[in-house]
């Protein structure tokens, strides 16, 4: 990340829950700029080479299948709940296996592509992340559906003009 895209980046918007957006204000930008230069710069000075980096994946890995987190599990029927996290969330999402996908929030995955654990096997910190996501997952479901609606009726409302002028 440059300096030229931080003097590009004066200000943006947040999308909320309910869908509706708000300017960033320049401090919000500035603020959330220097947490990402943070961010890299922790992550350059952790793992400043290649190798480095590899290594903490591979460490990650293998505290992941410490914590009982698999990439595959062979004995699965259709049809059974798991805890599935995948690379880039910090969630902890309910999967339904229907041969050969997994099935989550509004997601759809084959398995390998990230970690999964039997339910009888989470922790009480995984349990709780994971009834959080769901609990998010259901609250933002019903702005969309909300959000449909008003779309489909103001759809419904211009065929309906359509109609009207032929």
């Given at each position: 990340m440059t300096d030229t895209v931080k003097r590009d980046?004066?200000?943006g918007w947040k999308t909320n829950l309910d869908g509706t957006r708000e300017p960033l204000t320049e401090d919000d930008a500035a603020n959330l700029w220097a947490a990402v230069k943070q961010s890299h710069d922790r992550?350059?000075?952790l793992m400043p080479t290649t190798y480095d980096a590899l290594r903490a994946f591979i460490d990650a890995d293998e505290?992941?299948?410490?914590l009982k987190w698999r990439k595959y599990i062979f004995d699965l029927t259709d049809g059974?709940?798991?805890?599935?996290?995948?690379?880039?969330?910090t969630g902890v999402f309910r999967a339904v296996w229907q041969k050969p996908y997994l099935h989550y929030q509004d997601c759809v995955g084959k398995m390998g592509d990230g970690w999964i654990k039997r339910l009888a096997d989470l922790t009480d910190d995984e349990r709780i992340r994971m009834?959080?996501?769901?609990?998010?997952h259901r609250e933002f479901m019903v702005h969309e559906t909300a959000n449909m609606q008003r779309m489909q009726a103001f759809m419904g409302a211009a065929s309906d003009e359509n109609e009207v002028t032929k």
């Open positions: 980046f004066v200000h992550q350059a000075e505290r992941l299948s410490d059974e709940e798991v805890a599935l996290i995948e690379r880039g969330a009834d959080q996501c769901e609990e998010r």
